[in-house]
């Protein structure tokens, strides 16, 4: 009596406490199996190895088969968990994973493809219908970093592009010529219209691309494939002979004189059509090069003429008046 009359002055004037909740219990639990694991890690594994050399392996892989289906939700749950608190390991493990094994990830990726193509071209325009809203806000909220990533990845991996073009192309040469050939009139002359009003829009950057890059790549690529065969087509098809006479003829039909500003540039587009028609010939080894020479020497001089005329449409747009000293029509001050 004596004793518990004194456990009760101990605890007089404060509640008992509170036994503990089953989700404090559950974590008392773990936090001493994760502290025993550390403490026996190397044992516990040794253990776990040697047991899972004797057991069966197609029974155990069965038994965990079993429990993944009888309890999906449960694991799934666990790891989108488990990958959410290490997302960054996860990745890291992934980018070095496709960077050692990439044509093994390509093959995969092919062959998983074309045996569910239909399924993911359903899903790929049932997502695409659903959040076009989303992507166009975002593309134009990010237009120009876009357009410079993609810039500079087509930079990069040209070379592999190019090839994958012309295997796609060869491959599928036939089906492509028929849709073309099958396609309805109305649809042709939608796909001209907006072909149309896509140039009309850009036709100043696709002139100067077409003089600044495109030409002088393709006649880098082209010499470094075949030099024999190219010199061989520049002394059978002189400048001299084959387009200096049509430069100057095609010039002087379109009234530019070698007073005007543009001459030279509109000559320096003839000479660049030269040899990147003599290099495209060369190339596919075919027998119309003087005919293609006059092609692109009036398709380049159109290109400089648009590129030299980029003033006047600015002054255009913004309802300016453009004035210029070169002018025939105007005396020139001496």
Known sequence: MEKSAKILELHAGTAPPAPPSPDDRLEARRRR??????????????????RYRQMDKAAHAARIREYRRRNHEKVCAQRREYRARNREAFLERDRRYRAANREKVLACARQYWWANRDRLTALKRTYNAEHREQRLAYYAANRDRIREQQRLYREKNRAEILQKKRAYYLKNRESLLRKRREMPPEAREAARERWRRYYEKNRYTLCRKKLDEQCYRSIQDIRARCPERVQEYLSRY???????RQIERELAWRGISPAREVYMECYDAGMLAYLYSIHRCALMACGYTEYYIRKMIRILILCALVVSAEVGNLCRQNN????????EDVPQIC
């Open 33 to 50: 199996g994760r502290e025993y694991y550390r403490k026996n890690r190397d044992r516990i594994c040794t253990q776990q190895r040697e």
């Open 238 to 244: 002189p400048f001299e002979q084959y387009a200096r």
């Open 320 to 327: 300016l008046t453009e004035w210029r000293l070169d002018r």
